[in-house]
Every structure is written in C-alpha cells, then in structure tokens.
C-alpha cells in the first residue's frame, strides 16, 4: 500500500473541454472551466499551482505541485449518477429513463397520487428554483406535490417544509421511488426538494434527498468496505450510491460546508477512502447559467486548497475531479459532455508532472483498488506506478 489514505473530492460538473463524442450529445464545443475563465476571469493560484488551468491551455505552467490530466468518459450519459459509477468501476452501458420532453406519465402520476394521498401538480421538465417560484404558493394552498424532472433521469419531488414535514416528504419520495423501478418508468435518481419561505421569496433548503438506485455490482467502494477500510462519504456520496459501500455519511449544507468537514476529517485518524462531492458549482451555478457565480465557487475552493495540504500526512494522496461538465455559457441547463480535471497530490511526490489523459473515469476508482490492494473494478487501469 503507497498510501494509507485517499481523499478524492468531486466539483460537481466542473468539467474541462468537449469529450470525444460530444456530437452525439449535441455539447461540441462546451468547456465549463475554459467559458469561466474566457468570460469571467478571476486568478486561482493555487489551482493553478496544481496544473488545473493548464487543462484548458489558459496557462503553461511546468513546475506544478501535483501530477494533472484529465479523464474521458465512457459511460452512456452525462449525468451525477453515470458519472460517479464510472468513476467507481461501472460503465453504464444502457441509458436511465428521462422525461424531459413530456413529463411523467399519467399512469405513473395517478399511481403516485393514490399512494401519498395528495394531489400532483407541475409533472413538467423545469428548473427547481423556477417551477417552486411559480408553483410554490398553491402547493401551500392545497398540499399538493411539486413534481419535475430534467434533462438527467430523476424525479424530483418539492414541498414546503410547514406544508408537508419532512418525513412525510421523504416517504413519499420513497414509495416514488418504488414505483419507479418499474422497467418502463425507471428512473436513476428521485430526489425530495424542500423549501421554505414565501410566496415571492421561496428558498431550497439542505433537506435535499436522494434515493438512487443500487449499483448493478460491486463498486470500489463496496471492495474496500468488505475488506475492512473506512469509506467516508462527505456530501451526497451516499445518496448517489444508495449507501452501498460507504462505512460513514456526513451531509453538507452547501460548498464550504463540505470544504470543512473534509478539513476535519484530514484531522481524524482512519484508514481508507475519504470520498466527497461540492455540488453547488452544479445546482446553484452551472444549471443556473450563472457563470460569477461559478468563477466565484471555484475561487472559494482555491482559497482552501492550502488548508487542505498543510494538513494532509505524508502518506496521504488527495485527488480532485468533476462527474460531468455543466457549461454556464452553453445553451439550455443541461449537464455538458465533457472530459474532467484529475488533480493528484501527495507531500512525498517527487517530481510531479502532466500524465497521459485517462481513458476512463474508472481509472481512478482502479488506482484506488490498487493502492490498498483489494479486488480491481472490471473497467479502468491503475496509473498508480507513473506517481513517484
């Protein structure tokens, strides 16, 4: 084993230039990272430092801190779901069910109906934050369900917390999601959206939660688990994998919130995987369109990249990576093909450098199985012996 420990932080969506078949989804020529800096510059030091802006050809740095490349996507989908299993050793070959284009069907609905006791209204494709403006007031009228979806495959579901409680909420969102294993209406993800406030000024809470579904097989994760390392969720890892493999879940409220408890638990003493997702540069600025926002996001992450190294140990490796990309500058809201940074660093690397781009996400999850010598995924390839 080279390294006692592993932190591997996903930035939701914070992809680095069009993937190879980025015309089979109709992304050519999307580049989150590449429109910020194009369109809203701001510096990144300490990222850069790690070579994470060379990626885009924004800057030719040649002494970096860490080694760099990046990673191109295999899995059949752009979403969270398809994204985070490649990275842990399954390719989704066969796309989940999306609804984008006319909402849920009436059978579906009707059964969902019948079964929570409340009535349905939206069942459109329609941004969370839009559909809860414009419905939110006669959801609290009348106590019925927000019910959506997106260009991914996912059945969101929001309520007012004062309407419906949250339990209720999320029972509801179970028996959604037990209807929805159904072949013909499977979905990957069903998420509860609760909000609060009023009419005018309505607002998401961390109350977000996620029910997907198990992975097919075994993941890396559910191979260190059996082997006796500590897999440490941070954010919604857990959700996205349904708690399969993970040993312990830590939720977040928002960015920075997941900045510090990974600070924390560099500080704990365990053995194995520390894996965690910041989801706001998808959810509040990607899908948003909202590229400040998303430049600003990315600059908080750089002003705690030197807390995170100071307090990594010697024989501790950290990697940063994206699922997807999300292009604030590209038309729509939807997630963009494309391939994703892997930022790799360790105090005792030598002579850090670029690497040859990966062919998979599921090299990372690979890397990971090799380090601590359990069972490797069926797709990737360690890069393990190029970090010296």
């Keep these: ?19 190879k078949d980025a015309d089979k989804f109709n992304d050519v020529g999307a580049s989150t990272l590449g429109h910020i800096l194009e369109y809203n510059p701001i510096d990144y030091p300490n990222l850069e430092k790690m070579g994470f802006l060379n990626l885009v050809n924004y800057k030719n740095v040649l002494n970096t801190d860490s080694y760099y ?5 295999k899995a059949n989908g752009k979403d969270t779901l398809t994204g985070h299993l490649e990275m842990m050793g399954i ?18 609905i009707h059964e969902l109906e019948q079964k929570s006791g409340r009535k349905v209204i939206g069942n459109c494709n329609a941004s969370g934050t839009e559909i809860i403006e414009k419905l939110g007031k006669e959801q609290m009228e009348t106590g019925s369900l927000i019910v959506y979806t997106s260009a991914d495959s996912v059945l969101q579901i929001a309520a007012h917390e004062d309407v419906i409680p949250l339990n209720e909420l999320y029972k509801i969102c179970e028996i959604a999601r037990e209807l929805t294993l159904k072949n013909e209406w499977k979905v990957g993800r069903v998420i509860a959206r609760p909000y609060i406030g009023q009419p005018g000024n309505f607002i998401r809470t961390a109350n977000r939660h996620d029910y997907a579904l198990d992975p097919v097989s075994d993941t890396v994760l559910d191979n260190l688990k059996n082997s006796g390392y500590d897999v440490y969720s941070i954010g919604k ?13 830590t939720k977040t409220k ?21 894996f965690a997702n910041l989801n706001d540069f998808d959810s509040k600025y990607g899908h948003r369109r909202n590229i400040k926002g998303y430049a600003e996001a990315i600059k908080e992450l750089d002003n705690y990249i030197p807390i995170i190294k100071e307090n990594l140990r010697d024989d501790d490796l ?7 990309g999300n292009d604030p500058s ?27 781009d990966l062919e998979c996400f599921s090299d990372i999850g690979a ?22």
């Design 237 to 249: 890892i857990s959700d996205i994998f349904n708690n399969c493999g993970i040993t312990r879940s």
């Design 69 to 73: 490349t990046k990673a191109h996507p």
């Design 91 to 108: 390719r989704t070959l066969i796309p989940f069910k999306t609804f984008t284009e006319t909402g849920f069907p009436k059978e579906l």
């Design 318 to 324: 950290l990697i940063i990576t994206a699922d997807h």
């Design 254 to 274: 928002d960015n920075l919130d997941g900045i510090n408890k990974i600070i924390d638990t560099i500080k704990e003493d365990f053995k194995g995987l520390c």
């Design 367 to 388: 890397l990971i199985a090799n380090n601590f010598n359990v069972k490797m995924p069926e797709v990737g390839k360690s890069f393990l012996d190029k970090l010296i």
């Design 1 to 19: 084993m080279k390294f006692n420990r592993i932190f591997l932080i996903v930035c939701d969506s914070l992809g680095v230039g069009e993937a």
């Design 330 to 356: 590209f038309r729509g809201t939807d997630h963009t093909r494309e391939n994703v940074p892997v930022l790799i660093y360790s105090k005792s690397f030598k002579e850090p450098k670029k690497l040859d």
